[in-house]
Antibody, heavy 123, light 113 residues
């Protein structure tokens, strides 16, 4: 049974860089696409971007230039970096697996989610 | 970007009643070459991550009770909870994975009277 566990600093100062890690257990990260999704307090879900083991990435256009997603296959983990953060970046950050319900492409539902990690941007 | 809208924002119903949530996309999410609608539904209970309920608009994910059903095509979709149970209290989101950026609806909160 695959499990995802996000971790990182709960508090980040404005203008600094938010760095999170998602450790995947129960399956190899090479077999799937992986996404980061966030949720501001009391609000809805926002897709941030995805990565595949080939190095292929794609990000929400409004976050491009600030976001990096990488993976470390030796540690079976996926990482997120978001630079120049503001209070608007406060929220719960989820790591999610893109399911393989059809053809193994990135165009599939998010079938496994981590518990999420809360990040507050404040001085 | 494909914009997802949902209605109603919230609904409060009695146990055992049927709940219906609507989701609309600003453009079609039907890929005609394979006749699949790239639309998913998620359930998020308080303090928990979202859980996949339905994918391809109408296929239940593993372990999801059969009182949850999805229907619709192209731009109009519906999630139906047939026979509301206490454990169904949650926010429900639709999401399109037809095109990047992948987008979610604003959510519909379901409560029990």
């Amino acid at each position: 049974q695959v499990q995802l566990q996000e971790s990182g600093p709960g508090l980040v100062k404005p203008s600094e860089t938010l760095s999170l890690t998602c450790v995947v257990s129960g399956d190899s990260i090479n077999n799937y696409y992986w996404s980061w999704i966030r949720q501001p307090p009391g609000k809805g879900l926002e897709w941030i971007g995805y990565i595949y083991h080939t190095g292929s990435t794609n990000f929400k256009p409004s976050l491009k230039g600030r976001v990096t997603i990488s993976m470390d296959t030796s540690k079976n983990q996926v990482s997120l970096k978001l630079t120049s953060v503001t209070a608007a970046d406060t929220g719960i950050y989820y790591c999610a697996r893109v399911g393989n319900y059809f053809d193994g492409s990135v165009n599939d539902a998010f079938d496994v989610w981590g518990q999420g990690t809360m990040v507050t941007v404040s001085s | 970007d494909i914009v997802m809208t949902q209605s109603p924002d919230s609904l409060t119903m009695s146990l055992g009643e049927r709940a219906t949530i609507s989701c609309k996309s600003s453009q079609t999410v039907l890929w005609t070459s394979n006749n699949k609608n790239y639309l998913a539904w998620y359930q998020q209970k308080p303090g928990q991550p979202p859980k996949l309920l339905i994918y391809w608009a109408s296929t239940r994910a593993s372990g999801v009770p059969d009182r949850f059903s999805g229907s619709g095509s192209e731009t109009d979709f519906t999630l139906t909870i047939g026979g509301l149970q206490g454990e169904d209290v949650a926010v429900y989101y639709c999401q399109q994975y037809f095109d990047s950026p992948f987008t979610f609806g604003p959510g519909t909160k379901v409560d029990i009277k």
